[in-house]
């Protein structure tokens, strides 16, 4: 972790983050990791592309950022933020966003202006993330299921960048066991998982790449229970968090500046989930950039992958 003196004139490091507490919560310290061009100066504050990982909503880490996301901040003068948030089952879904408004709050606050040395423009934030963490920034920059939550969203959202997102937890890839799921060579046994599938368990905002919890996303789509461990006990309808549905019930207002991108052979994620949310966006004539390529979940984790286009979305809009 990179230390940092606000009374010093060192430099960032993009390639080493600033590591802080943005929310604490029942003794958990919940942290996120700021990349800042190494020449950033307060006469010309960058804009924020805040980003959620993957997992679900069940494992993962902030710590897994992709090699476009490291190189993001010297290449095109962004301050990328990753963070991290509850994990389900421990924590359901209202809890998780919470814990997204939490943090784009906590960009807007005094106590990160001055760790950040006021190199930071937080009036510019464009929600971003891969898989749920996409299902999140869309969450986040629409709104969709805060009021369910009984939640204020997040206001003053710049823009949505979602890379293959979740973006409906009715769909029946997520509620129908499959007893083996396709891109596995073996059926998981519950007892390699059952630590994690208890609810009452020790709740944690940070999962190891290499921890056993790597495995609870397949085995949530083995057995179709996404709905289960992220609403269990809310009383929270399901469709509350279907992002097209959203989209297609406002009567007024609309959503920021939305990309997206997906994969067309995706086995984790449908690309489905994807072309719902831009079908609603274009009935209601609402504009959205959408990218398909051929392509499965994770491309982005390769070197090859730069996401040039959503770069120059988010610079456009920027």
Known sequence: MKTFDAGTDSQFTAMSPLELVYKEIDGLKICLDVYIPINATPDLPLPVLLWWHGGGLLQGTRKGTTPHLVAAPNKY???????????????????????????????????????????????????????????????AGTGAGYEACGLEPPENISGIAAIYPITDLVDNFWTTSKGRVGYLERVLDKAE?????????????????????RLFYHYMVQEGLLQDLLLTGTSIEPSSFTVANFISSQVSGQPPPTYIIHGTIDGKVPVSQARHVVAAYKQKGIAIDYVELDVDHGFDKEPMYRLDSMYTFIQRIL
């Open 193 to 213: 998982l059952v630590c994690y599938l208890d609810p009452a368990a020790e709740k944690t905002a940070f999962s190891a790449l290499d921890s056993p919890r």
């Open 77 to 139: 003068g962004l301050c990328v933020v990753s963070a991290d948030y509850r994990l389900a089952p421990q924590t359901r879904l209202p809890g998780i966003l919470a814990d997204c408004k939490d943090a784009i709050d906590f960009l807007r606050s005094v106590e990160f202006s001055e760790a950040t040395k006021g190199v930071v423009d937080t009036s510019k934030v464009v929600v971003s993330g891969s898989s749920a963490g996409g299902w999140l920034a869309l969450m």
